[in-house]
């Protein structure tokens, strides 16, 4: 199975599918498939299926009944169907076009209440850089509740107190680490997290002390540090001591924070570099879909 279409497969599994339980107060976005010229059909639909999950940030996403992803049958029959029938706020339409190896990409949503329509159009050399800067160019159209939400992460966590962590209440998908689009954390104390370079990421996590302790569980490889030059990525995958984050929950069982531990790398004056080892920084991660 080509690299792109599994990828996507996994995020129509554990991000696309989970949209049909979102409460109704939420506004309904259809999806109109996305034009493309010069792609594989797999780049399109990966990236497709970035959008799509950012855009159920800020509503609910329904697809018309001829238009629905490929693999609905692997969950069953009859899924959607409640969603076939409903009236979309908003409609959402896109297109990508590779010129001269650019591609040229086209994100548009259009309010049915007023028609009024918001547009971006930008220029990616490469399908990387596209797969990066999709989250911020729907961001541009789009309103998210969870980004205020995540800005006052801090300031409200102060003042709670934090709650009794178990299993049960950890698993489910998260977002908020940069880098990385979602992490994914399962029953038997396991997960994944899903970069943004279109790499995944084994994790391991347990509970002591009221704390969640996660930690990576897969070899370093170079596209966990990207966007860094190939340079860095390449010593980092070479030398950085594993990832681990340490979450304490807040919010109703919707907001874990904490700190991530990493090993970071600074540039010196004279070119040289310095790994920075057992660097820690505050990090916030929230509940998407439960």
Known sequence: MPMFKKFALLFVLYVIFPFIWAQDTRPVIRFTPFVSQGLSNEETYFIESLIQSYVSDAGELIFSYDNLPSDTYLLSDGLLTGSWNKNPDYILSGSIYLERNTRIFTLEIRNT????????????????????????LVESIIKFPLLSEMESAAVNDGRETPQKITENSITGTWRGEPGIEI?????????TAFFSS????????????????????????ERFYYPNPPEIAKLLSEQAEPMRWEFMLYSGGNRL???????????????????????ARDAVLIRSYY
């Open 183 to 191: 992490i994914r954390l399962q029953p038997g104390k396991r997960g």
């Open 257 to 279: 924070r904490g700190t991530k531990t990493s090993t970071e790398i600074r540039v010196l004056q004279n070119g040289d570099t310095e790994l920075l080892y057992e660097t």
């Open 113 to 136: 209440h007023t028609n009024e329509i918001a547009k971006t159009t930008t220029e990616h050399k490469t399908a990387g850089d596209l797969v990066l800067r999709s989250r911020s």
């Open 198 to 221: 279109g790499v995944q990421m084994n994790l391991s996590y347990v509970i002591e002390n009221n704390t969640l302790k996660i930690w990576q569980n897969s070899p370093n490889i």
